[in-house]
Nanobody, 119 residues
Framework: QVQLVESGGGLVQAGGSLRLSCAPS????????MGWYRQAPGKQRELVAT???????NYADSVKGRFTISRDNANNTVYLQMNSLKPEDTAVYYC?????????????WGPGTQVTVSS
């Protein structure tokens, strides 16, 4: 099993920044299998940013140029740096991991952390 715990969410004004962290534990896996998703009120969950099997990054068009996914291999931690936040970024953000880097969808989800951006 895999346990995922997100941290770093909160309330921020539009234009501000937040950094989310995720420190997984349990079954070993590649950090390339990790990513971030979000779900806004009344909307479906959507991909925000992930690593690809080759170690590069993939972003939703809505966050390109503002969000950055990164990792600290030594501390087995993945981050999501969010800059120039907009009210439409308000959502619950989830850390995810796939059993295999080539899987199409996450297999494990964290409990989520709330990000609220005020206008």
């Amino acid at each position: 099993q895999v346990q995922l715990v997100e941290s770093g969410g909160g309330l921020v004004q539009a234009g501000g920044s937040l950094r989310l962290s995720c420190a997984p534990s349990g079954r070993p896996f590649s950090l390339n299998a990790m990513g971030w998703y979000r779900q806004a009120p009344g909307k479906q969950r959507e991909l925000v940013a992930t690593f690809t099997s080759g170690g590069s990054t993939n972003y939703a068009d809505s966050v390109k140029g503002r969000f950055t996914i990164s990792r600290d291999n030594a501390n087995n931690t993945v981050y999501l740096q969010m800059n120039s936040l907009k009210p439409e970024d308000t959502a619950v953000y989830y850390c995810t991991v796939k059993k295999y880097v080539w899987s199409l969808a996450p297999d494990y989800w964290g409990p989520g952390t709330q990000v609220t951006v005020s206008s």
